[in-house]
Structures are given as structure tokens and as C-alpha cells.
């Protein structure tokens, strides 16, 4: 008798569990509750079952699309909702069936309840289908003028959105004339909300221009206290597109947007920061610019009291502020300052602002702050700490010998990758600050079995090769690191070439041996196209004019400068101050780069603007005050070229060496060998008295109309 009662309440049971089943079920319910059910519990609860189904992406609630029009006549706010946001989910699947719906959602834009109406109309704006579009024109017309705030605002976004639709429907009404005689509305939250609906099509549109003038802008920053956060950002955005025609008319507002600074929302601060650092194109009385670079270090502080990604994204954006005004925050270092539970990307961050900020004033305690980050746990934080330290010898020249204690600190303690990473920067300190402190290379010798890394051992043998005539057993080190020539990476490889050539010319008496041996490695016994280029171009220089490679290889360089690793280009910098508090602020990219549809921002020319104050006007600036300062020292090379002066015989000056290197080359180009084989041969000349590099046996050459001696040919 039982059995069959089992059987069949188990078909029933996986009946139910299929999704036919579940859409059944969820059509019964929906239909239950009849007129007992005054307030339609039954069907939020069956409506409030399909909206989940819905939100996880289950398509089966599809086919409920008849049952839920039936539902959108039901006078209830809580049902709409979920009746129009399944209406807006599913329209684009079944747009022949949400067409019945039509009638309804126009029906209620009438509604006596203004909370009916604007929710009606959104609706409607959501639906990316044909005959919906076309039909939500009329009563939007009718909407931008309702009595109602909520429903004005509400209007005025979903003409951005229809905009977005189509375009040609909304251009050729007058949806937009209408939006612009909206600023003139006696709500403040319209009128924001109006703005950014116009701010969006402008973003949107090639033909549309958006222009504020300075009546119109006076009276739009008036309403800024009246508004919501939402509203301040959009208002404060619109700012961006004011051109003022007078510097006063861009200190005056500069100073009325001011007290936004002191907002609670970091939304609103950061836009009104991109306001002010924009005014400040057109201020020329350097007191206001002081006195707004003072107003703007307060809130970014104040943002570093928030959550870790809030904080991130205000580090960022001070990283580019401190760029184009270095006078904000430039006494606020030790509040950047990492704490012990700052995430990684937040002290980074903060590492580089530090660095940004350090001065002769200030560089003690940056530096004992430096030394306690060096000692951490997270190996990358560390590494980064120690490049630190060696990046401020060479931005801060009086305190270079303080950062070289302190590194000299930190490789004591024998830890290795502080060691290596220690090595690396002082090999740029050495390239900062040549012939100086060169006590610490015997510090540097001391640890030669804690590098492992490539970058730390090309830093290594560099010094080595610099220095090898002041260091004793320079032959000895280079050719315990030539032991390992072929398994080393082509960094390495390159370094050990130029540090051996290095030593032969500043002690030939040690290199001779070794020399040919790393230039028969670099040319035959490698792969790597820099390697054997380079190792053929030292060949060559080595085995024809020793005084000339001596002049090329160790002549002066000029000394390099510790830049700060985000700085930017002049015209990106500009372009980016335009975008503070936006995500390609994090980045540190160009907009364009990070959003391909995005419009690049520019400053517009006024008789206001401030062009000598700009970054890509003080860079040509410069740029031509270097080439003029270069032009003499080159026309000074060519003459004495012309009259047949050489860096060997006349002044010993580089320019001269490498003049008479390139002429070298080119004579090198018109020569031709008999054989594709690679030979070598002994300089023309006396050089009784030189040390010179031969690989092979001299091969015959054949050199058709020139004389003056044998070349290395290919």
C-alpha cells in the first residue's frame, strides 16, 4: 500500500527540484493569496524568490515574464520595484512580451505619487529597446518640468541616458535645451543633477560643446553648500569646464570653493582639489597660489586618517601633486610615515613621497626612520628602503656621506639581500660622485660571496673595473667571477667585458691575460647580439688606437641624478593635474591610456592663463637653452676636427676622442676581406710602448685605395 505513495512523492519531489518545477512552483505562488491577501504578501514573497533567481543568473525565471505584467497593475510601490527591475533584466530577451508592459510603465508616469512616476521613468530609461526609446520622449518632455524635485532630477539623468541609446533621437528634439534651462531651477540638487547629465553627453558627443562663463559659474559654486556629496562632485566637476578670461575671476573662486576641502567625503575633496590645482593656470599673483598650496596640504593629510584604499589613492594623488606644486606638503614628511599595519602598497607609496620630500633640513631623521624600514620583514619593502637610502646621496649631496654610513650600517649586519641591494646603490654613488669615497670599496670587497643576484654582481664587478687601479687583487676578483663567464646572465656578461678592458687599460701588466681570453668568450662563444657587438668594438679600439680607447672607455661621464621613480613627463603631468582624484591617478597614465573612450582633458588658451608656469613650456624652455649651451662645444669639435687636431695629440678632450672614433668606423665600413673569417692584426703605427689586444693570427686583407696600415676587419 505504501509503494506506491513513495514512488510518486518522489517523482513529484525531482519534479520540483528541475527548474520547470521551480518555475512552477514559483507561478503558483505568485498567483496565490486572492482577495483575502490585502496587502499581497504572498506575491512579494513569490517576487522577492524570482528577484534572487534572477540576481544568481538563473534565465529559467524567463518564462515568468506573462505573470509579472500581471502584477505591474498592482498598486504597490514594493512590487513595482521588483516588477520593473525584472522588466529592465529581461526586456532584451523577450521584447515582444515586454512590450505589454508598455502601456503600464506609461500609465504610471501619471501616477498621483511622485516616488511612482520617477520610478516609472527610470524604468523606461533602462530598457535599450526600439519602441521604448521612441516612447519615453513625450512624457520625459513633460517630466523635466514636474512639480515634483525628485522627479525633476530624475528626469534629468535619464536624458544621459537616452542620449546613450540614440543620440540622433535626442539631438534632434530639444531634450537638451530643455536640461540647459534646468540650471536655472530653484533646486540645488536638480540643478547638480542637470549638470552632470550635461556633463556626460558632453563626454559622449562630438559636436556638442560645453561652456560655462563666470556669471554662470559664480552662481552654480553659490549652491554648493545646499547640495548632497553627489551633487558637490558634479557641480565641482563642471567646474572644470569654466575658462577664466581674468585672474581675478579665478582667485575669487578658487577661494569660494575652498571650505569643500574640509568635506567628510573623499570624493568631494579630491575633485576639489583637481578645481583648485586647474585655477591655478590662470592666478598670477604668486601670494594666492601660496596661500591655496597651504589650504590644500590639510585635507590630504586628513585623507590619510581613512581606510587603507582611500589612503592609497590620496598617496597617489599627492605623488602628482607634489610635482607640479612642490611647495604643498613640504612640511608634512613624518606624516608619511609608514605605520607597522600599512599595507605593502600604502608604504611604498609612502616611501616615495618620503623621498620626494627629504632635505638637507630633514634628512637625519628621514634617514633613521630609512634604517628601521631596512630592518622589516617583507624582503621587497626592505630592498626598496636601502635604494632608498642610496637615491637621497644622490638627490642631497651634503648628506651623502650620512647615507653612506647608514648603508655601510646596513651591509654589516651580513643580511643578503640588503648586502646586494646595498651594492647596487653604491655603485650609482660612485657614478654620482666619482674619485670619492672609495674607503667603502673594501667594505664592498669584504661580502663578495653574499651576491647572488645578477644586478648585484654587475654592480660589483663595475666598481671593480672602475677602480682597478686602486685596488690591489682587481685581477684576482674580476677572474674569480670569470669562472663562471658562460652560466652568468647576459647583464653580468656585459659587465665583466667592460670591467676587464677597464683593467687592461689602467693596469696592463695584469690584464693582458685575461683580456684576450673574455673577448674570444664575447665574440665566438655567445649569442647575444650586445655582447659580441660590444666585445668587437672594444676589440677593435684596443687592437688600433689604445689612447683612444683609454679617452672612450674611461673618459668622464656625465653624473647621473636620482629621479624620483613616478616622475613624469611635462605634457603628461599637465594632462594629469586635470584628472586628480580620477583612477588613472593610480595609474600615473595618461587617460587615454586607461580609458580609451575618455576625453582628453587640456588647459584652454585665455588671456588669464599662466604659459610660463607650465610644464611643457618650462621643459622647450629648457630644452632650448641646452641645445644652445651644447652648440658652441660641438662646432668647437668640428673645427678642431677640420684642422686635423685628435684626442691623443691635441687637448685629450672626449669629444675629440669620439670624433676620431667615428671617423675610425666609417673607414672601417669601406674595407673588405677576402675571407668571412673574423681576424686580427697589430695596430699601424709605434706602439712600442702599448700593450696591444690580439686574438688570432693577423689574416692578409686587402684594402682597395687606402694605405695607412692594418684595421680589424670583419
Excluded at 583612477?583 to 597614465?589: I, P, Q, S, W
Aim: aromatic share 6%.
Amino acid at each position: 500500500m505504501f509503494l506506491p505513495t513513495i514512488a510518486f512523492d518522489a517523482a513529484r519531489l525531482q519534479y520540483l527540484r528541475s527548474p520547470q518545477g521551480k518555475v512552477a512552483e514559483l507561478r503558483l505562488e505568485l498567483n496565490s493569496g486572492g482577495k483575502k491577501d490585502k496587502n499581497y504578501s504572498a506575491k512579494k514573497t513569490a517576487l522577492k524568490k524570482i528577484v534572487a533567481n534572477m540576481t544568481m543568473s538563473n534565465n529559467d525565471m524567463v518564462a515568468l515574464f506573462p505573470d509579472i505584467v500581471a502584477c505591474m497593475h498592482i498598486a504597490s510601490l514594493e512590487i513595482k520595484k521588483m516588477c520593473f527591475l525584472y522588466l529592465v533584466n529581461y526586456a532584451r530577451i523577450k521584447p515582444d512580451v515586454a512590450l505589454k508592459a508598455l502601456p503600464i510603465i506609461v500609465n504610471d508616469m501619471e501616477d498621483s505619487n511622485p516616488l511612482v512616476r520617477a520610478l516609472a521613468l527610470r524604468t523606461m530609461s533602462y530598457i535599450h529597446v526600439r519602441e521604448f526609446v521612441e516612447a519615453t520622449v513625450p512624457p520625459l518632455k513633460h517630466l523635466l518640468k514636474d512639480a515634483d524635485p525628485y522627479v525633476r532630477k530624475t528626469a534629468a539623468f535619464c536624458v544621459a541616458k537616452l542620449y546613450d541609446h540614440d543620440r540622433h533621437l535626442v539631438e534632434s528634439s530639444d531634450l537638451i535645451d530643455r536640461l540647459n534651462s534646468m540650471l536655472r531651477d530653484e533646486n540645488p540638487t536638480v540643478v547638480s543633477s542637470a549638470l552632470a547629465s550635461l556633463m556626460d553627453i558632453w563626454e559622449r558627443s562630438e559636436s556638442i560643446k560645453l561652456t560655462i562663463d563666470y556669471s554662470s559659474a559664480s552662481k552654480i559654486v553659490q549652491i554648493l553648500p545646499d547640495c548632497s556629496e553627489w551633487g558637490q562632485t558634479y557641480i565641482l566637476e563642471a567646474m572644470m569646464n569654466y575658462v577664466p578670461q581674468e585672474s581675478s575671476e579665478a582667485a575669487l573662486l578658487a577661494e569660494r570653493i575652498s571650505p569643500r576641502l574640509s568635506h567628510s567625503n573623499s570624493a568631494v575633496v579630491l575633485t576639489c582639489i583637481r578645481v583648485i590645482l586647474y585655477l591655478m593656470n590662470y592666478i598670477s599673483d604668486q601670494k594666492v597660489i601660496a596661500s591655496l598650496c597651504n589650504k590644500l596640504s590639510p585635507p590630504l593629510v586628513t585623507l590619510l586618517s581613512k581606510g587603507p584604499e582611500i589612503q592609497y589613492l590620496a598617496l597617489r594623488n599627492a605623488l602628482l601633486i607634489l610635482q607640479r606644486r612642490p611647495e604643498v606638503l613640504r612640511n608634512d614628511i613624518r606624516v608619511f610615515f609608514c605605520k607597522y599595519n600599512d599595507p605593502i602598497y600604502v608604504k611604498v607609496t609612502k616611501l616615495e613621497l618620503i623621498f620626494m620630500l627629504a632635505t638637507e633640513r630633514n634628512i637625519k631623521e628621514v634617514l633613521t626612520e630609512l634604517r628601521e624600514y631596512a630592518m622589516e620583514i617583507d624582503v621587497d619593502f626592505v630592498r626598496k628602503s636601502v635604494r632608498a637610502i642610496g637615491k637621497l646621496a644622490i638627490k642631497i649631496e651634503p648628506a651623502a656621506r650620512l647615507c653612506i654610513n647608514t648603508l655601510l650600517e646596513l651591509v654589516a649586519t651580513k643580511v643578503s639581500y640588503i648586502v646586494q641591494e646595498a651594492t647596487v646603490v653604491i655603485r650609482n654613488i660612485f657614478r654620482k660622485y666619482p674619485n670619492q669615497y672609495e674607503s667603502i670599496i673594501s667594505t664592498l670587497c669584504e661580502n663578495l660571496d653574499s651576491l647572488d643576484e645578477p644586478e648585484a654582481k654587475a654592480a660589483m664587478i663595475w666598481v671593480i673595473g672602475q677602480y682597478a687601479d686602486r685596488i690591489d687583487n682587481s685581477d684576482v676578483l674580476l677572474d674569480d667571477f670569470l669562472y663562471t663567464f658562460a652560466d652568468e646572465s647576459h647583464e653580468v656578461q656585459l659587465a665583466l667585458l667592460t670591467a676587464t678592458v677597464k683593467l687592461f687599460i689602467q693596469r696592463p701588466t695584469k690584464g693582458q691575460d685575461i683580456v684576450p681570453k673574455v673577448l674570444k668568450w664575447a665574440t665566438e662563444e655567445t649569442d647575444n647580439p650586445d655582447l659580441r657587438d660590444r666585445g668587437y668594438m672594444y676589440w677593435r679600439l684596443l687592437s688600433s688606437k689604445p689612447e683612444t680607447a683609454k679617452l672612450i672607455v674611461m673618459g668622464e661621464k656625465p653624473a647621473i641624478t636620482a629621479e624620483e621613480s613616478e616622475k613624469l613627463d611635462p605634457g603628461t603631468l599637465e594632462e594629469m593635474c586635470l584628472n586628480v582624484g580620477t583612477l588613472a591617478t593610480v595609474y600615473l597614465k595618461p587617460v587615454q591610456q586607461v580609458f580609451r573612450s575618455a576625453r582628453p582633458r587640456r588647459l584652454v588658451d585665455s588671456p588669464a592663463l599662466q604659459k610660463h608656469t607650465l610644464p611643457t613650456v618650462r621643459a622647450a624652455a629648457a630644452a632650448r637653452e641646452k641645445a644652445a649651451a651644447e652648440r658652441p662645444t660641438v662646432d668647437t669639435s668640428s673645427a678642431a676636427n677640420t684642422n686635423g687636431h685628435n684626442g691623443s695629440n691635441g687637448n685629450g678632450n672626449l669629444a675629440a676622442a669620439v670624433s676620431e672614433a667615428d671617423l675610425y668606423f666609417a673607414g672601417v665600413g669601406q674595407m673588405q676581406m677576402r675571407e668571412s673569417a673574423f681576424g686580427g692584426s697589430p695596430i699601424a703605427g709605434n706602439a712600442a710602448s702599448m700593450y696591444v689586444v690580439n686574438q688570432n693570427q693577423p689574416q692578409q686583407m686587402v684594402s682597395p685605395g687606402a694605405g695607412g696600415g692594418d684595421l680589424l676587419l670583419l
